[in-house]
């Protein structure tokens, strides 16, 4: 592939995304001038902090090729978890951390079966993701559970303010994703996730122990999934939610293969899933102004997810050169 | 198509271990609740059953060429809530039907050509495919139930007619079974599926047309499951936009099962694998035990398949496998 230098660097595929940004946000500046204003756009960060933490685990779980389906069901879990026990007078924290575990729970268990028993990872995440579901609505009988105990303690103010005009959980989003960009980039931990993606049989060869990268990819993705849900109860809902699940699975994909088309061409990574996070925010959000119906939204969500899949597969293809394509490829 | 015949003997043992298997299961629900095994309710559990049965049967042939298909359940919205429309305009119910299959048939045939023609990734381009399928499928009603003409349309006999005192969606499901026990186990049709899913590139060098198979494999998925959506709408007497999203894990763990037993994903396994999911979902409704309860049982299931069906595939390998069992335990390697 030859390289394109200077200012046409900015058409290359790796940009496309900053591109679709810019269109996202221009088109739904002509149809409602209201969606640039300050306010709003802050009303877009802060959806897209965490939608984005929702993912970021996830992120590094398709980087290794394998597959998790059980993140959205996993953050409905542990919402429901917080929520109950919260609800039954145990403090902030304890729920917290209880909450935390359970969800760590899920990814442990994910993990054991991926890597100690060689499931299949979808079919695995499928099992895992109906269990916390079910947990989920075995907790309070399906229904959404309520917790305004929690809008006094200082930590939902804490959450929930502003800091010089910016969601303060927008700001921790960021550092959260500054920390596992510098994991991805400068740590052997983030080269071996990337690594197991191209080939598992070299990496072992290698003598690197891919379970353990493995495991760690796993419950990473259950860390996060539990986190944002529990951010969740504070910030959207003020309630736990046993059924946030649909809502979040094809959001959560696009998200991530959106990332796929920034910085590293066909491989989701931290930084694409953040930019992500906020082009999925600017569409649901302006689609929302617009008054669009569910069908729009949600055929709009599975395009942008075709176009990330079919830019990711294009990259991948042109990283590995005419010859790797056999007739039947 | 010439038969092809096969020694049945393993097999026999397998099928009648599955029924003591089935009869422990539905003996423990019997002493629990005495009115289980009557006529009426195991009429009852095998309707409810059979729409389960005829979209993992579908979701089989996708599971056999070492493919995903996570758009099933989510295109099967589509097809019935278009079925259902068709109903409401009062067009006749044969021919709704077949539009419904229809919308099956496309839906199922773009999955097929993105994953067998252009070579994405089949479960994620699977999500999106499905996803925009389900976000169409409130187009027709803005996401509410359509029950319009339903009852003078004659659609309901379609779940609720009775011949040999079984209904009707049973008889189709029966029938669907045979043929495609026929095509997949005892044909040349269904070696070619089985050795896609082996080895793509030395099924392309035996003269299998790969993509072809992959694409039919999707078309087939897209079919049943629209079909089931249809009968399962019958059912209800109504067009459910969220129909067919309840179908995602029990048809899953239909495949597991059978797969754990017979060391394949296959037709009967499939069938037996239903089979045992509803009895365990039907018994934990008549003993009127919350649906989370019974789903977590079923997910408990599924694991326990899946480790299971590794365990008599790692014995396998280990022996010095007969030329038909190595082809049968790199299916199961997907």
Aim: proline residues 2%.
């Amino acid at each position: 592939m030859k390289k394109k230098k200077g200012i046409l660097t900015i058409f290359q595929p790796e940009y496309a995304l900053f591109w679709l940004i810019l269109l996202a946000i221009i088109f739904f500046w002509i149809m409602q001038p209201a969606f640039v204003s300050f306010g709003n756009l802050m009303n877009v960060l802060k959806n897209a902090s965490y939608m984005a933490l929702m993912v970021l685990g996830l992120t590094w779980v398709i980087a290794t090729n394998e597959m998790d389906c059980s993140f959205p069901d996993v953050a409905a879990c542990a919402s429901m978890v917080f929520a109950w026990l919260a609800f039954h007078g145990y403090s902030v924290l304890v729920s917290f951390i209880i909450a935390m575990l359970s969800g760590i729970l899920c990814g442990v268990l994910t993990s054991i079966l991926v890597v100690r028993f060689k499931y299949h990872s979808l079919i695995t995440t499928i099992a895992v993701s109906t269990i916390a579901k079910s947990v989920a609505a075995a907790l309070y009988g399906g229904m959404p559970l309520s917790v305004p105990v929690i809008k006094s303690t200082g930590f939902y103010k804490f959450v929930n303010s502003y800091l010089a005009g910016i969601p303060v959980i927008f700001i921790i989003a960021v550092a959260i994703y500054a920390v596992l960009f510098i994991i991805q980039e400068k740590t052997r931990y983030g080269q071996y996730v990337y690594a197991l993606g191209e080939n598992r049989v070299a990496v072992q060869e290698a003598g690197i122990k891919t379970g353990k990268v493995l495991t760690g990819v796993f419950i990473t993705s259950a860390f996060f999934a539990a986190l944002s849900g529990i951010l969740m109860v504070f910030v959207v809902y003020g309630s736990g939610q046993p059924k946030m699940g649909s809502a979040f699975f094809l959001d959560g994909f696009t998200v991530v293969f959106l990332g796929a088309m920034v910085m590293k061409l066909g491989k989701t990574n931290v930084v694409g899933t953040f930019l992500g996070g906020i082009m999925l925010a600017i569409v649901v959000n302006g689609l929302t102004q617009l008054g669009a119906s569910f069908a729009t939204s949600q055929i709009t969500k599975g395009v942008l997810l075709v176009i990330g899949i079919v830019i990711a597969a294009l990259g991948q293809r042109k990283n590995r050169g005419k010859a790797g394509l056999l007739k039947y490829e | 198509m010439r038969i092809i015949r096969k020694d049945n003997k393993g097999e026999a043992i397998t099928i009648a271990a599955f029924f003591v298997l089935f009869a422990a299961v539905a003996i423990t629900f019997q002493i629990f609740e005495p009115t289980f095994l009557t006529w009426d309710s195991v009429t009852t559990m095998l309707k409810t059953g059979a729409t389960t049965a005829i979209a993992a049967l579908g979701l089989t042939f996708v599971i056999v060429v070492s493919h995903s298909d996570i758009s099933f359940y989510m295109t099967s919205c589509f097809s019935s809530m278009f079925m259902a429309w068709l109903i409401s305009l009062k067009i006749h119910p044969i021919i709704a039907v077949a539009g419904g299959l229809l919308m099956g048939f496309i839906w199922g045939g773009i999955s097929g050509i993105a994953v067998g023609k252009f070579k994405l990734p089949d479960i994620i381009s699977t999500i999106a495919i499905g996803s925009i399928a389900f976000g169409a499928a409130y187009v027709f009603s803005d996401g509410a139930f359509i029950y319009e003409e339903f009852h003078t349309s004659g659609i309901i006999n379609l779940s609720e007619h009775r011949f040999l005192g079984i209904t009707v969606s049973v008889w189709i499901m029966l029938v669907l079974y045979i043929i495609a026990y026929f095509a997949l186990d005892r044909s040349k049709i269904g070696r070619w599926f089985y050795s896609t899913g082996a080895n793509k590139r030395a099924a392309f060098f035996s003269g299998v047309r790969v993509n072809q198979v992959i694409i039919a494999a999707f078309i087939v998925s897209g079919v049943l499951a629209a079909l089931a959506a249809i009968i399962y709408d019958a059912a209800q007497g109504q067009g459910n936009v969220k129909i067919g999203m309840n179908f995602l894990m029990p048809c899953f763990s239909a495949i597991y099962i059978g797969w754990s037993v017979f060391k394949k994903p296959c037709v009967i396994g499939t069938f037996f694998g239903a089979l045992i999911s509803t009895v365990i979902t039907t018994g934990f409704t008549v003993m009127s035990i919350p649906y989370y309860y019974s789903d977590l049982t079923m997910a408990g299931v599924l694991i326990l398949a899946i480790g299971l069906s590794k365990m008599q595939f790692k014995s396998k390998e280990s022996d010095i496998a007969k030329p038909d069992d190595k082809a049968e335990g790199q299916v199961a390697q997907a």
